[in-house]
C-alpha cells in the first residue's frame, strides 16, 4: 500500500529552523516525483518546493527561495524539507505529495496527512 507520512512539524521562533521529513512506504521515492505543499488558514494550498524523480529538489516557490532546501534519502525513502529563516507568514500544514508514473502512463498522486508548522514568537 503506497503511503507518505509527513513528520517534524512544531513551534518554532521567527527565524528559527525545522526539518520536515516524508516517509514513503509502498513505492521508492527516488521513482517518484515528491512535492511539499503548504495550506495556510484561509489559504488554497500552495506548492512549496518539487523533487524530480530523476534529480534533486530544485523548484521552489518564490516566497521560499534561499530559505528552503530539498533532499531525498534514498536509504531511508524518505524526502526532507529544510527550513530556515522561517517567518511567520510560512505558518500552515505542509503536506508530502508523492507523484507515481503508473505503466499506462498516467499519474497517481498519494498525500499524507499534513505537518502543522507554527511560527510565532
Known amino acids: 500500500q503506497v503511503r507518505v507520512v509527513e513528520s517534524g512539524g512544531g513551534l518554532v521562533q521567527p527565524g528559527g529552523s525545522l526539518r520536515l521529513s516524508c516517509a514513503a512506504s509502498?513505492?521508492?521515492?527516488?521513482?517518484?516525483?515528491m512535492s511539499w505543499y503548504r495550506q495556510a488558514p484561509g489559504k488554497e494550498r500552495e506548492l512549496v518546493a518539487h523533487?524530480?524523480?530523476?534529480?534533486?529538489?530544485?523548484n521552489f516557490a518564490d516566497s521560499v527561495k534561499g530559505r528552503f532546501t530539498g533532499s531525498r534519502d534514498n536509504a531511508k525513502n524518505t524526502v526532507y524539507l529544510q527550513m530556515h529563516g522561517l517567518k511567520p507568514e510560512d505558518t500552515a500544514v505542509y503536506f508530502c505529495?508523492?507523484?507515481?508514473?503508473?505503466?499506462?502512463?498516467?499519474?497517481?498522486?498519494?498525500w499524507g496527512q499534513g505537518t502543522q508548522v507554527t511560527v510565532s514568537s
Open positions: 509502498g513505492f521508492i521515492v527516488s521513482s517518484a516525483a
Open positions: 505529495d508523492a507523484a507515481i508514473l503508473r505503466s499506462d502512463q498516467t499519474i497517481d498522486h498519494y
Open positions: 523533487c524530480t524523480s530523476a534529480g534533486g529538489c530544485t
